[in-house]
């Protein structure tokens, strides 16, 4: 059976909704949030990220509201932050289900 499109998201498009979920911003700026919010674990190249932005607006994740040139200015849909919600939730249980099977302890 074919898995369904974005079922579940890769650490670095979890981020790029993140982003968005905090507000509307270029590219640039989301890769910028992402490196800030990760402590710089997280560095987004622009051939990632602008893979990922538009596998986003092609399933109708986030949309383009503005152009300034070379800048182009994206915002989460409504479709996009039920996507971060549920990816949410799945990451909380994976965590949960982590703490309950190791008693919650580290080692």
Known sequence: MPK???ESLTESMFY???AFASGSMCGTDA???IERRTCGRIRMGPATLYTILGKFEKE???EEI???GRRRTYRITARGAQAYEAEL???RQCVADA???NGGSNG
Do not use: N, Q, T
Request: aromatic share 4%; proline share 0%; glycine share 10%.
């Open 60 to 62: 109708k994740l986030i």
């Open 66 to 68: 503005g152009v300034d």
């Open 16 to 18: 790029v909704l993140m």
């Open 4 to 6: 369904k499109s974005l």
């Open 31 to 33: 890769a910028g949030f």
């Open 89 to 91: 939730a799945r990451l």
């Open 99 to 101: 703490e309950a099977e």
